[in-house]
């Protein structure tokens, strides 16, 4: 089976939205797929999973705290700890049972996850292939730079890149703000795409139309059923 880790280069670069663009998209264009997917974590009372209800009722998000704050410091409000078998556990299990599994990480690569483990180590123990989402935005290049030679430190098994427009922008905004042979030749990492900004996301169909037509997802090496 195959497992992508969806992380990013900091919080609010729409790794939520792309996860579940990559779910449609697969469920709809790759017959007898059974695509699964998980959030390593919740904090907030309200967040990405209250997002994907909207979508799917089989979304697993092992463990939740009510502070939308860091992980390590949500759980310490509330006297508890983070226990990675927990999500290790409910990883396994949803393995056995799909053949694709799409897991959204939280924050950028360098988000820690524990009080002395990042996304990048976790993605690096749990060999994890990896998927970068960029924010099209000033500053982007060197956010993706340094996310990149995080994972490259970590040995994280670092498949691709997705540019996501988190706000409307102009073909000359994502040239300028996110050069793709600029990152591609600084990373050595593949862009595979750029996602445009969507205004009002209601339907599945859509995403994975917008996907299919904007993503080369081909260097992911999903096999068709």
């Given at each position: 089976m195959k497992t992508l880790l969806i992380s990013a280069t900091d919080t609010d670069a729409g790794k939520t939205i792309i996860t579940t663009a990559l779910r449609a998209y697969y469920q709809q264009y790759f017959s007898g797929l059974k695509v699964g997917l998980m959030k390593l974590?919740?904090?907030?009372?309200?967040?990405?999973?209250?997002?994907?209800?909207?979508?799917?009722?089989?979304?697993?998000?092992?463990?939740?705290?009510?502070?939308?704050?860091?992980?390590?410091?949500?759980?310490?409000?509330?006297?508890?700890?983070?226990?990675?078998?927990?999500?290790?556990?409910?990883?396994?299990?949803?393995?056995?049972?799909?053949?694709?599994?799409?897991?959204?990480?939280l924050g950028g690569l360098g988000s820690p996850i524990t009080h002395d483990l990042t996304i990048a180590q976790l993605a690096s123990n749990w060999h994890l292939e990896t998927i970068l989402v960029v924010p099209v935005k000033l500053g982007a290049i060197a956010h993706t730079v340094a996310n990149?030679?995080?994972?490259?430190?970590?040995?994280?098994?670092?498949?691709?890149?997705?540019l996501n427009c988190i706000n409307s922008c102009s073909e000359e905004d994502i040239n300028n703000w996110t050069s793709k042979q600029l990152i591609e030749?600084?990373?050595?990492?593949?862009?595979?795409?750029?996602?445009?900004?969507?205004?009002?996301?209601?339907?599945?169909?859509?995403?994975?139309?917008?996907?299919?037509?904007?993503l080369n997802l081909t260097k992911l090496n999903i096999n068709r059923e």
């Open positions: 974590l919740q904090t907030g009372v309200e967040g990405d999973g209250e997002f994907y209800q909207q979508f799917f009722d089989d979304v697993v998000i092992p463990l939740r705290f009510n502070a939308p704050l860091a992980p390590p410091v949500a759980a310490d409000l509330e006297g508890k700890f983070i226990d990675l078998n927990v999500i290790w556990q409910s990883l396994l299990k949803l393995q056995q049972s799909h053949d694709l599994l799409l897991v959204e990480a990149v030679a995080l994972a490259k430190h970590h040995k994280v098994k670092l498949k691709g890149i997705v030749s600084l990373t050595q990492v593949p862009i595979l795409g750029c996602f445009p900004y969507v205004d009002k996301i209601d339907n599945l169909a859509d995403l994975a139309q917008i996907t299919a037509h904007n």
